[in-house]
């Protein structure tokens, strides 16, 4: 058995979508990033790759690479999978918390676990997650930008 633990942070900005844990969340700014900046996600795909001792998202997605400009992160998440399994991995489960003064996440959170169980290939009691304010302290509580955590098991196939 082998942990691993992932953390990212996307600017808020105007003029983008508001994507987290692979849902559109309607909200009056979105995250800036080469991709779909889906801060969730990529906390999870760096805690699998760091389960794996397999680097990181950019060793493997590199932001100067045209290949990866506004990709849906479900993509990577799932290539990030598959690069576990070949390792002789199987994920276990996964525990992430997202970081937001705003917008408020609890309605979406179900279809969250929904998308990363299904991306990943395990049961949605496998995947847990959790919204936090910073009770408006730091560039989380001044809605500058979104963090996120996650942390996950992966076992031997
Ligand atoms: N962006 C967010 C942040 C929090 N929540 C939910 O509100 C609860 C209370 O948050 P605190 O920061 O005051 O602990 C939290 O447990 C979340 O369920 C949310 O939906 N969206
Ligand atoms: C995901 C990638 C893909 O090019 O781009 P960004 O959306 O900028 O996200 P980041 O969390 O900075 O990780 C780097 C890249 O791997």
């Known amino acids: 058995m082998r942990i691993g633990h992932g953390f990212d942070v996307h600017q808020l900005v105007e003029g983008r979508r508001c994507i987290i844990g692979g849902v559109d969340i309607p909200y009056e700014k979105g995250l800036k990033g080469h991709s779909d900046a889906d801060v969730l996600l990529h906390a999870i795909c760096d805690a699998l790759l760091g389960a794996a001792a397999l680097g990181d998202i950019g060793k493997h997605f590199p932001d100067t690479d045209e290949r990866y400009k506004g990709i849906d992160s479900r993509q990577l998440l799932k290539h ?78």
């Open 80 to 157: 990030v999978v598959a690069l576990v399994n070949d390792k002789g991995y199987v994920v276990v489960n996964i525990d992430a918390t997202v970081i937001a003064e705003a917008p408020k996440l609890a309605p979406y959170i179900t279809t969250m676990r929904e998308h990363i169980a299904e991306d990943i290939g395990i049961a949605l009691d496998a995947v847990n997650v959790k919204a936090t304010t910073t009770e408006k302290l730091g560039f989380t509580g001044r809605g500058e930008g979104i963090a996120a955590e996650a942390v996950c098991l992966i076992n031997q196939q």
